[in-house]
C-alpha cells in the first residue's frame, strides 16, 4: 500500500505577507565547531516549510534555535517581522511557537485525554478544585476530530495508539494551547507507510487550517509530498532553498542522497570499473 496526500491545486501564496517567523543568516557554534552557518529562511502562514539534511546536518540545532532552547551565535531570528531573543522554550511557546519531538514526553499508561491535558489541566470552579475529567475527555475528543482524527475512545491508554495517531494527537495539543507555528521534528522516522500517510495527511490540515508547519525529515518523499517550500543542510550549511515549483522529487532525492557521491557508491558497490 502507498500513503498519498492530495496536495491543493493551487499552493499558498506568501508573495509580500510578512513571514511568521524568518531566519538571516544565522550561524551557530558549539566553542569551535560551527554546527550551522549563515542558514536563511522563512515559515509562512499555511504553508509546510521542509527542512531536509542527513544525520549531523544541524536539523535539530536549527530547531532549537527556533524553539528557544539555545540562542544562535550569528544572525537574527525575527517573529512576525520583529528581531527577537528568546531566552527559554517557554518564551517560544508564548510567541506560538510549539515544537513537537520524535520521541513524544508522553506517560504511556495515562489515557489519552490526560495526555492531552498533561501540565494544564482542566479543575473544577470550586473547593477542592478536582480535576474535571469530563471536560477534558469531551474537549480532547472533540479536538481529535476538528483535525479529522477518529479515535472513538479518548479513554484508552496513549502507549496503545501507533505511533502515527500518538503523533497526531501531541500536534493536536500544541494547536490547542496556542500554536501558530507547528515544529516537527522527524515525526515519520519510526512510523511504517500508512501510518506515515496518517501524519502526513494531518500535517496538511494543519497547513489548511493556516499554521505555519516546519517539518524536518530524512525523507525527501514525504517532504515532497507535503512540502511548498524546501530547505537542505549539509553539513550546518544551506545547500538548497527552493519552493514545490523549483524542484522535482528525483531531484530532490538526488540532492539529499548527496547526488554524484551516491552514484559513484553504487558503481563501487557493483563492482563497476571506470
Ligand atoms: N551540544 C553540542 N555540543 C557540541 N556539538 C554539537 C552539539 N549539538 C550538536 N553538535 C554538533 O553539531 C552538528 C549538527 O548536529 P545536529 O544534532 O543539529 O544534527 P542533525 O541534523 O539534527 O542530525 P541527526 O539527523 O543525526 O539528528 C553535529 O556535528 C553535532 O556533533
Ligand atoms: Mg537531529
Partial sequence: MTATVDRPVEEAPSGGKVPLVELKNVGKSYGNITALKDISLRVHAGEVTGILGDNGAGKSTLI??????HP????ELLVDGEPIKFTSPKDALGKGIATVYQNLAVVPLMPVWRNFFLGQEIRQTRFPWALDANAMRA???????????DLPDVDVPIGSLSGGQK???AIARAVFFGARVLILDEPTAALGVKQSGVVLKYITAAKEAGFGVVFITHNPHHAHMVGDHFVLLNRGKQKLDCTYDDITLEHLTQEMAGGDELEALSHE???DKG
Avoid at 532549537?64 to 532552547?69: D, L, M, N, V
Wanted: aromatic letters at 4%.
Fill in 64 to 69: 532549537k534555535i527556533i524553539a528557544g532552547y
Fill in 72 to 75: 544562535q551565535t550569528d544572525g
Fill in 139 to 149: 474537549t480532547t475528543l472533540s479536538e481529535l476530530s476538528k483535525m479529522g482524527i
Fill in 167 to 169: 503523533q497526531c494527537v
Fill in 269 to 271: 558497490l557493483r563492482g
